[in-house]
């Protein structure tokens, strides 16, 4: 029998609730595009093993397994979604940390809601609507749930000179595009505890690899060390917030229809304000 507890859990990174069984403490875990129920070891033992991460054997795992993006944009789009967004379909669900969604804001002058929004998971549907607590920020998405920075037509690249083409579309904000987009196959699994990002398709050391069509391909030493950088900056930084969400965290009982983020800044409103 497993008791549900209201409160913040960690590991490393965000969480809704969490249960105890037994003595052993699981959380459910949102990373990048997906979700899981994990074993939860210490944030602080996580945070020491990604610091030591090593770049060097980190791309050497990377070339093994070999990876070129094929520009297709799956990893941009929510899946199974019509064009005129009536097919149900999970939305596309990337973390962004609060000081990415600062540096997108800049771009354009964006408002806060344009760039990100609570993360649904733990949030409860209403007659007010959604509500509860959350622990993280998703990127934006549009009426069919795709990433509302990707651009379908791939027409923003004739003014937007860091625009990235991806397939037919590309992304519109590619120099300031998440940590997690800019390492995306890829995750870390620090021992114990981490499995971000769902299932791997595969894997080498430490570093797993997600669903993606550009696996396998050949890559160059230099682009596996810049991924292996990013990954490593990544691992950090995730633990860091997430020691910080644990750390700043107080329930705030939302009511009915009212939702509240808790980041490593604190609590917020939907619209990025502190509450
Ligand atoms: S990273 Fe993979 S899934 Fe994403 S656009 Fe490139 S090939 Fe497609
Ligand atoms: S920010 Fe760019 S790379 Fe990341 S999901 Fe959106 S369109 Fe894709």
Known sequence: MSEVLTGVLVSASRFEVYERELGVVFGRRTF???????????LETELERARSLSVDELADAIESIGFECTR????????????????????HTATVFPDEIRSIQKREEYDWRDVARPMPYGLSEGPEGQSGETFEWALQTDACGDCMFYDESGAASADEPDAQQTGGGECTIYGDRPLVCKTYPFSVALGGTSQPMGEAVDGEGMVRAHECEGLGRDISR??????AGALKERAIRELEEAI??????????????EIVVHDSEGAKSPDGSVR
Not at 222 to 227: K, P, S
Not at 246 to 255: G, H, K, Q
């Open 72 to 91: 297709c944009g799956a990893c941009c789009k929510a899946a199974d979604c019509d064009s005129d967004g009536s097919e149900e379909s999970e939305p």
């Open 222 to 227: 230099t682009e596996a060390e810049d991924l």
């Open 32 to 42: 990048g595009w997906s979700h899981e129920y994990v074993c939860v070891d210490s």
């Open 244 to 257: 910080q969400v644990r750390d700043e965290y107080e329930p705030a009982t939302p009511a009915d229809g």
